[in-house]
T-cell receptor, first 114, second 113 residues
């Protein structure tokens, strides 16, 4: 089944404890991105990747890192999480050109930082 | 800065009704517009994608239209069913960041039997 998977789905952690949220897609998509969803603010783009080893910032990149060493994986890294990073996180992927193809989203990761 | 607004914020209808969800955007320089549904715990599901050069797209009971010049899109749902209950999100693809989607706040739809 073609899908975008995220792990973990739920995570409660404490301030300052490094964590990684994994994202994997099995559709051979070149484009991947991360969004966070917050009440009243909607979904906002954090980072995106056009292809392996090519990443760039979205609207709200502060406090996050990403890497794209393999085409299928695009992990989101929080080096020192803070309470304001408590949010619902979504990974998305799209074939070569996201302007002409629909984007597929993962099931989401609900993160709570205490 | 692109802003996307969805009206109404919430809608409750009896089963069988036809309904329209509205989406407006402030900057007409978009590449595409995509409608999603969001179910609790299940992420976002893509419903329809309309390219900027297209006027509408249809999938089953769903029909989405796009009027780029006026900055509007509508999602028409025919013969609504309780299983259609979800949050519907409109998102425009724009060029400020490659592949970026700018989302509206969503319309919470409840279809009651």
């Amino acid at each position: 089944e073609a899908q975008v998977t995220q792990n973990p789905r739920y995570l409660i952690t404490v301030t300052g404890k490094k964590l990684t949220v994994t994202c994997s897609q099995n559709m051979n998509h070149e484009y991947m991105s991360w969004y966070r969803q917050d009440p009243g603010l909607g979904l906002r783009q954090i980072y995106y990747s056009m292809n392996v080893e090519v990443t760039d910032k979205g609207d709200v990149p502060e406090g996050y890192k990403v890497s794209r060493k393999e085409k299928r994986n695009f992990p989101l890294i929080l080096e020192s999480p803070s309470p304001n990073q408590t949010s619902l996180y979504f990974c998305a992927s799209s074939p070569t050109d996201p302007y002409y193809n629909e984007q597929f989203f993962g099931p989401g990761t609900r993160l709570t930082v205490l | 800065k692109q802003e996307v607004t969805q009206i109404p914020a919430a809608l409750s209808v009896p089963e069988g009704e036809n309904l329209v969800l509205n989406c407006s955007f402030t900057d007409s320089a978009i590449y595409n517009l995509q409608w999603f549904r969001q179910d609790p715990g299940k992420g976002l599901t893509s419903l329809l994608l309309i390219q900027s050069s297209q006027r509408e797209q249809t999938s089953g009971r769903l029909n989405a239209s796009l009027d780029k010049s006026s900055g509007r899109s509508t999602l028409y749902i025919a013969a609504s069913q309780p299983g259609d209950s979800a949050t519907y999100l409109c998102a425009v693809g724009e060029g400020t960041s490659y592949g970026k989607l700018t989302f509206g706040q969503g319309t919470i739809l409840t279809v009651h039997p």
